[in-house]
């Protein structure tokens, strides 16, 4: 299995700040590698997939980068509605399989 | 647009098997990658596994012993069967669709969720 480890498993950030989020893969992922938003009681969100493809309706400030085995998620001016739980996943090889996920929170 | 709602027993007990169904409206259900992924509270995501419109299937190594799932063209539905259950398969199960981004598939429609509870 590819192991996909994400850091920091949380973070408290103000409004406007510039947020990056890490996801390691114990292999390369190839850009199969795909971010998640999931807001508590509500069906988890596409944000970007291949690495850096950002999906319609998806707010400009976020983006992804990364080769690999290293990429990032980043949001660039944080909003309060970003309050949520951000998880990397990887579908180059199966069982595809997600990162632990990371909390972010506003200050 | 398109739209996936799960349905199925809420509670369930030990030993006993966990049935769930998803139901596809507004899209079609061919060529896609229909998945299960569940999140146990206080832990991350987990894919279940797939069934493609073809009727192939992809399950997990973690479940695979105890997974089956199947796919209803006709009705637009798709089904997930996991036998033998613990308080361990207790979650949010969610049905999702895997479509193909380029570089791999990715889950670009998802359910609502439903809570399962394994207890006796």
Same mark, same amino acid.
């Given at each position: 299995d590819i192991q996909m480890t994400q850091s920091p498993s949380s973070l408290s950030a103000s409004v406007g700040d510039r947020v990056t989020i890490t996801c390691r893969a114990s292999q390369s992922a190839t850009s199969y590698l795909h971010w998640y938003q999931h807001e508590p009681g509500k069906a988890p969100k596409l944000?970007?997939?291949?690495?850096s493809n950002l999906q319609s309706g998806? *707010?400009?400030?976020f983006s992804g980068s990364g080769s690999g085995t290293d990429y990032t998620l980043t949001i660039s001016g944080l909003q309060p509605e970003d309050t949520a739980t951000y998880y990397c996943q990887q579908?180059?090889?199966? *069982?595809w399989t997600f990162g632990q996920g990371t909390k972010v929170e506003i200050k | 647009q398109v739209q996936l709602q799960e349905s199925g027993a809420g509670l369930v007990k030990p030993s006993e098997t966990l049935s769930l169904t998803c139901s596809l409206s +507004? +899209?079609?259900?061919?060529n896609y990658y229909w998945s299960w992924i569940r999140l146990p509270p206080g832990k991350g995501l987990e894919w279940i596994g797939y069934i493609h419109d073809s009727g192939s299937t992809n399950y997990n190594p973690s479940l695979k012993t105890r997974v089956t799932m199947s796919i209803d063209t006709p009705k637009n539905q798709f089904s997930l069967e996991v036998r033998s259950?613990?308080?361990?398969?207790t979650a949010v199960y969610y049905c999702a669709r895997g479509a193909s981004s380029g570089r791999g598939i990715a889950f670009d429609i998802w359910g609502q969720g439903t809570t399962v509870t394994i207890f006796s």
């Open positions: 944000l970007i997939s291949a690495a998806v *707010p400009s400030r579908s180059y090889g199966t *069982p | +507004g +899209g079609s259900i061919s259950v613990t308080p361990a398969d």
